[in-house]
Each structure stands twice: as structure tokens, then as C-alpha cells.
């Protein structure tokens, strides 16, 4: 079963801490992205990557970067944590083929304190 | 700004009935529809994918998508109880990169 894997589901950090969420993809997946999910605000794209080593900004990159060295995983750093980015994290991947949608990790729920 | 409109509820049905989930999309250029089903607490996760005027069926669920509109809906027959979730609209707005967008969602409460 194919399958994305985010490294933690939960996750509390103190404000102005450096935090990494990592993703990885077993489907060899061109694509890659972060989104986060926010009651009343839906799900709103981070960033995206479509091959190693490329990243775009999605509409909400403020406070965020993202490294990809490797096909099948894409880390989301946090510079310096805010309370602002409490939320649920989704990673998704998808391939270059217009029939298949994304496929999600389970999520992150990261709390800053 | 590339929109996806959806009515955010909540929609409730009784068991059995049929439960019509619609969605808007502002690029007429748009090429690819997809909708998600979201559990409390949970990951989205893919139900149906559409592609060309018409209706495209799978089960319970129905998709339909009229491009001159710029409609796509989603029909769940005999609805369950355990249809009751977000359902989420998708549109790809960039084909080379496969970016989606997606709308914020209708929850969909089936009564038993």
C-alpha cells in the first residue's frame, strides 16, 4: 500500500524554537507540498516541490522553509516557532499524471507554546 | 485569485437518502476535479477523481462535472451514517506542477 509518512503526529514546541517536520513518500512522486489546516480557513498551501532540489511558495510561506535533497522526502522548518503557527500540517505528493490526486500523510498537529 | 467555492454546511440527510455535495471553480481553464473525504480528526483522503463532462460513477458516489458551469457536485446514495464527514472540492490549477486547490469543504451529517 502506497504511503506517506509524516515523522510525528503530535508535537509541542516553545515559541522561537527551530522546528523540522519531515515527510517521506514510498509512490516515487514527483511532487511534493505543505499544507496547513485551520478551522473556518481550510487547507492553505506552504510550499511545493516538484522535483529534487526545487521549491516554490505557496500563498502562506511567511515564517517557513522547506528542504527536498531526496526524491521521497520533504522537510518543512519553521524558523523560529510562533504561537500563529499552531495547526494541523498536511504533507501530500502526487505524480506528474493528471489522474492521480494527491495522496496524504496522517498530519502533524504542532502546538507552540 | 483562482477560487473553489463550496457551501461549508452542515448538510444533513436522513440514512438511505442522497446526499448532493456542489462545488464552483473560478478558471474555466481547469482540466482535473477531485474530492476528498475528511474525517474529524483526520487526513483527507481521495474518493473520486473527474476529468470530462458527464458523470462518472464508482459504488455510492457519483461525480459530476459541467466545464460550461464550471460545476462539479458529488451524489452519495444510500447515505450512512458513516458518510458523515467534510467533503473536500479540488481543482489543479497548474498542470505541469499538479498544484490543487481546494475548497473549504461541506460537512456532511447522515442521521440515523
Redesign the interface.
Known sequence: DVKVTQSSRYLVKRTGEKVFLECVQDMDHENMFWYRQDPGLGLRLIYFSYDVKMKEKGDIPEGYSVSREKKERFSLILESASTNQTSMYLCASSNINRDYGYTFGSGTRLTVV | QKEVEQNSGPLSVPEGAIASLNCTYSDRGS??F?W?RQYSG?????IM?I?SNGDKEDGRFTAQLNKASQYVSLLIRDSQPSDSATY?C?V?VS??????I????TTLQVKP
Open positions: 482540466q482535473s477531485f476528498y483526520k487526513s483527507p483522503e481521495l477523481s476529468y473536500l479540488a489543479i498542470s505541469n506542477t499538479g498544484k490543487l481546494f475548497g473549504q469543504g
